[in-house]
C-alpha cells in the first residue's frame, strides 16, 4: 500500500508565503518524477511544477520566480516553497509522485491566498 500525504496548505494573505510538504511511503520503489499539480474551482488541474531524481525542475510559467520545488531522495519527500502569494494561487494542490510500475496521488492541500 502506497501513502502520498500532503502538508503546509492553509490561509495566507497577499504577498505572503507558504511551504507544502509532501511524503511518499509504503510498498513504493525507484521513485523518479515527483511534482505538484493544482485545482481551482471550475479549472482542469494544471501543473505547477516538477521534479527529477536528479533535481531537474520545471515550472509553469505562472510561477516562475515565485515558487521553488526540491526533493529529499532520501526521505522520498518533495517540497513546494511558494512566495509572493497571490488569489490567484488560490486551489487545491496534489503532490504526485512517478515510480518503476504506476504513478500515485496525494489527496491534495488547500492553498488560500485573501486578505
Same mark, same amino acid.
Given at each position: 500500500?502506497?501513502?502520498?500525504?500532503?502538508?503546509?496548505?492553509?490561509?495566507?494573505?497577499?504577498?505572503?508565503?507558504?511551504?507544502?510538504?509532501?511524503?511518499?511511503?509504503?510498498?513504493?520503489?525507484?521513485?523518479?518524477?515527483?511534482?505538484?499539480? @493544482?485545482?481551482?474551482?471550475? =479549472?482542469?488541474?494544471? #501543473?505547477?511544477?516538477?521534479?527529477? /531524481?536528479? $533535481?531537474? !525542475?520545471?515550472?509553469?510559467?505562472?510561477?516562475?520566480?515565485?515558487?521553488?520545488?526540491? @526533493?529529499?531522495?532520501?526521505? =522520498?519527500?518533495?517540497? #513546494?516553497?511558494?512566495?509572493?502569494? /497571490?488569489? $490567484?494561487? !488560490?486551489?487545491?494542490?496534489?503532490?504526485?509522485?512517478?515510480?518503476?510500475?504506476?504513478?500515485?496521488?496525494?489527496?491534495?492541500?488547500?492553498?488560500?491566498?485573501?486578505?
Amino acid at each position: 500500500q502506497v501513502q502520498i500525504v500532503e502538508s503546509g496548505g492553509g490561509l495566507v494573505q497577499p504577498g505572503g508565503s507558504l511551504r507544502l510538504s509532501c511524503a511518499a511511503s509504503g510498498s513504493i520503489f525507484a521513485i523518479f518524477g515527483m511534482g505538484w499539480y @493544482r485545482q481551482a474551482p471550475g =479549472n482542469q488541474r494544471e #501543473l505547477v511544477a516538477t521534479i527529477s /531524481r536528479g $533535481s531537474t !525542475t520545471t515550472y509553469a510559467n505562472s510561477v516562475k520566480g515565485r515558487f521553488t520545488i526540491s @526533493r529529499d531522495n532520501a526521505k =522520498n519527500k518533495v517540497y #513546494l516553497q511558494m512566495n509572493s502569494l /497571490r488569489p $490567484s494561487h !488560490t486551489a487545491v494542490y496534489f503532490c504526485t509522485v512517478a515510480a518503476i510500475g504506476d504513478s500515485y496521488w496525494g489527496q491534495g492541500t488547500q492553498v488560500t491566498v485573501s486578505s
